[in-house]
């Protein structure tokens, strides 16, 4: 647990002192980020009256508390806190740790009415880091967990005028807008969407239209036509007005609807970029599954794609988890303190550390040409092929200029008999996978700005700002590469595959 106090006994945390005894409701804790920013909540303030978490109950476990005793309190995330003190870490989960079971897409959340307007009571502040992180989501599912569940948020707020909400939203609601991308509300880049004197855009009228047409395409389609359907109608939607997938296009609606709904109100909008894995805390390199940057290196490791679109130069923005925990926390404290007003921030590497798509992919190579034994999980052997990032029209000219005599290499062998698919065509259309979801992300012309949380660090002080760091300058980029995240793929993200010596298979043979 934190250390609050100078050799005088005075607290010297403006952070500690706002969240002393106040309730905090966090959605999205099974989700990677949340189970960061309770840990966060957990080992640095030791004061705050109360955590509840809102958590769907699943076919494994129906009640909320028993999933978050079985999927969340068991991670490894915590594994900090229960080697520092376990039975301290074990009496917080008991006495401040209050699970609700609910649905954020349901309205009251699937509770009583009697219980959502209590819960609002009880509750200072509500950090929303739920959401469907998938690009290509089918265009409703995306709407529901991005953007119009985002109703029931701002109906709980209803009954508790000082509550803080804090929304993770993402960079890259800026879509396809080019530039300096400052903490204030993005301009749509495609078909223009009418704008409020308040500065937030009327969508209300757009939602309806793409409700409609969810609703045609399902009059039409069924089973998996019908999914595939729903995929491409959210990218046609996304591409119209400015993004490029689905996932940013519908953050960027649930931005408006917020600003909308809490008018005049305590509303905190944090806009991570590439969430990576930690810096420093709860362990360097800590990681859930694989990210956006990942699916490339894994791509890569196991010599699947050598050869991928984007531009070297550009900015690739990556923060470590942890720095966008603190950033959140920074974003409740302020909002308690000052309340009854809209604040946008940033946290993001970009404009402050920036580090361009070749560097990225150089420590990678660099790390896997001279340390890849160290990696065993990340790399079966060492890579023997460059990775190079090339403009998309060369990309594409490459790979449609392959695919051709590869598919009918393919089919012949399949007419000989040969049933397995041809490795250089699966590896081609991986390359062609990745590419349709993240090309976008590889070849930026933006540059995030972070200048507005960088001035609410500094304003905090400067024990805030060693206890909550959220300063991506402090990032060597070719030590947290190469040394902290592949260590944490690894580690944390990646399942140790069996390898079998040939003495111990033919034991087994033997054996048998």
Same mark, same amino acid.
């Given at each position: 647990m934190a250390n609050t106090q100078t050799t005088s006994g005075e607290s010297t945390s403006s952070v500690l002192e706002q969240l002393s005894g106040k309730n905090v409701l966090i959605t999205g804790t099974s989700g990677f980020l949340g189970k960061v920013v309770l840990e966060k909540l957990i080992r640095a303030v030791p004061d705050i009256g109360g955590i509840y978490l809102l958590i769907r109950g699943n076919k494994s476990h129906r009640d909320a508390r028993s999933r978050f005793l079985n999927e969340i309190a068991s991670s490894s995330v915590f594994d900090r806190l229960r080697h520092d $003190?376990? =039975? %301290?870490?074990?009496?917080?989960? $008991?006495?401040?740790i209050h699970c609700i079971t609910g649905e954020v897409t349901e309205p009251r959340f699937g509770l009583e009415a009697s219980d959502f307007r209590n819960l609002a009571g009880k509750i200072d502040a509500f950090i929303n880091s739920a959401a469907s992180v998938n690009f290509r989501e089918e265009l409703d599912k995306a709407l529901q967990i991005n953007t119009l569940c985002l109703r029931n948020i701002a109906a709980l707020a209803g009954f508790n005028r000082h509550m803080a909400v804090i929304q993770v939203s993402t960079c890259y609601v800026n879509g396809k807008n080019s530039g300096q991308v400052t =903490? /204030?509300?993005?301009? !749509?880049? &495609?078909? %223009?969407? !009418?704008? /409020?004197? $308040? &500065?937030?855009? #009327?969508? =209300?009228?757009?939602?309806? +239209?793409? =409700? $409609?047409?969810v609703a045609d395409v399902r009059t039409r389609y069924s089973g998996k036509? +019908? #999914?595939k359907k729903l995929v491409d109608l959210g990218i046609q939607e996304a591409n119209h007005y400015g993004w490029s997938d689905t996932y940013t296009f519908t953050k960027w609606l649930g931005e408006q609807l917020l600003m909308k709904a809490l008018s005049g109100? /305590? +509303?905190t909008i944090l806009r991570p970029s590439i969430i990576e894995s930690a810096l420093e805390e709860p362990a360097p390199g800590w990681i859930e599954g694989v990210k956006v940057a990942d699916a490339i290196i894994l791509a890569y490791a196991r010599e699947k794609v050598s050869l991928f679109p984007g531009k070297r130069s550009g900015i690739i923005d990556v923060i470590p988890v942890d720095l966008v925990a603190n950033g959140i926390v920074l974003s409740v404290a302020e909002a308690l303190a000052v309340p009854g007003k809209r604040r946008i921030y940033q946290c993001c590497s970009g404009s402050s550390n920036p580090l361009s798509l070749g560097e990225f992919i150089d420590h990678v190579m660099a790390e896997a040409r001279n340390h890849y034994a160290d990696y065993k999980q990340l790399f079966y052997r060492q890579p023997t092929k460059p990775f190079l990032a090339v403009n998309r029209r060369l990309f594409d000219f490459v790979v449609g200029g392959l695919r051709v005599p590869l598919s009918l290499a393919d089919r012949a062998m399949r007419l000989t008999g040969q049933n397995r698919e041809l490795k250089a065509l699966k590896n081609l259309d991986t390359g062609r996978s990745l590419a349709t979801i993240f090309g976008f992300y590889t070849a930026p012309d933006y540059i995030f700005r972070n200048d507005a949380l960088l001035a609410l660090a500094s304003r905090m002080g400067d024990v805030d700002r060693v206890l909550f760091p959220v300063d991506a300058r402090q990032i060597d980029w070719s030590l947290y590469l190469r040394k902290i995240h592949m260590s944490g793929l690894n580690r944390y993200a990646l399942k140790e595959?069996?390898?079998? /010596?040939l003495r111990s298979t033919r034991a087994r043979q033997k054996a048998a």
């Amino acid at each position: 647990m934190a250390n609050t106090q100078t050799t005088s006994g005075e607290s010297t945390s403006s952070v500690l002192e706002q969240l002393s005894g106040k309730n905090v409701l966090i959605t999205g804790t099974s989700g990677f980020l949340g189970k960061v920013v309770l840990e966060k909540l957990i080992r640095a303030v030791p004061d705050i009256g109360g955590i509840y978490l809102l958590i769907r109950g699943n076919k494994s476990h129906r009640d909320a508390r028993s999933r978050f005793l079985n999927e969340i309190a068991s991670s490894s995330v915590f594994d900090r806190l229960r080697h520092d $003190d376990n =039975e %301290a870490f074990e009496h917080f989960l $008991d006495t401040r740790i209050h699970c609700i079971t609910g649905e954020v897409t349901e309205p009251r959340f699937g509770l009583e009415a009697s219980d959502f307007r209590n819960l609002a009571g009880k509750i200072d502040a509500f950090i929303n880091s739920a959401a469907s992180v998938n690009f290509r989501e089918e265009l409703d599912k995306a709407l529901q967990i991005n953007t119009l569940c985002l109703r029931n948020i701002a109906a709980l707020a209803g009954f508790n005028r000082h509550m803080a909400v804090i929304q993770v939203s993402t960079c890259y609601v800026n879509g396809k807008n080019s530039g300096q991308v400052t =903490e /204030s509300v993005i301009k !749509p880049a &495609g078909e %223009a969407i !009418p704008r /409020s004197n $308040d &500065g937030y855009y #009327e969508i =209300e009228e757009l939602i309806h +239209l793409l =409700e $409609d047409k969810v609703a045609d395409v399902r009059t039409r389609y069924s089973g998996k036509t +019908l #999914e595939k359907k729903l995929v491409d109608l959210g990218i046609q939607e996304a591409n119209h007005y400015g993004w490029s997938d689905t996932y940013t296009f519908t953050k960027w609606l649930g931005e408006q609807l917020l600003m909308k709904a809490l008018s005049g109100r /305590s +509303l905190t909008i944090l806009r991570p970029s590439i969430i990576e894995s930690a810096l420093e805390e709860p362990a360097p390199g800590w990681i859930e599954g694989v990210k956006v940057a990942d699916a490339i290196i894994l791509a890569y490791a196991r010599e699947k794609v050598s050869l991928f679109p984007g531009k070297r130069s550009g900015i690739i923005d990556v923060i470590p988890v942890d720095l966008v925990a603190n950033g959140i926390v920074l974003s409740v404290a302020e909002a308690l303190a000052v309340p009854g007003k809209r604040r946008i921030y940033q946290c993001c590497s970009g404009s402050s550390n920036p580090l361009s798509l070749g560097e990225f992919i150089d420590h990678v190579m660099a790390e896997a040409r001279n340390h890849y034994a160290d990696y065993k999980q990340l790399f079966y052997r060492q890579p023997t092929k460059p990775f190079l990032a090339v403009n998309r029209r060369l990309f594409d000219f490459v790979v449609g200029g392959l695919r051709v005599p590869l598919s009918l290499a393919d089919r012949a062998m399949r007419l000989t008999g040969q049933n397995r698919e041809l490795k250089a065509l699966k590896n081609l259309d991986t390359g062609r996978s990745l590419a349709t979801i993240f090309g976008f992300y590889t070849a930026p012309d933006y540059i995030f700005r972070n200048d507005a949380l960088l001035a609410l660090a500094s304003r905090m002080g400067d024990v805030d700002r060693v206890l909550f760091p959220v300063d991506a300058r402090q990032i060597d980029w070719s030590l947290y590469l190469r040394k902290i995240h592949m260590s944490g793929l690894n580690r944390y993200a990646l399942k140790e595959r069996k390898v079998y /010596s040939l003495r111990s298979t033919r034991a087994r043979q033997k054996a048998a």
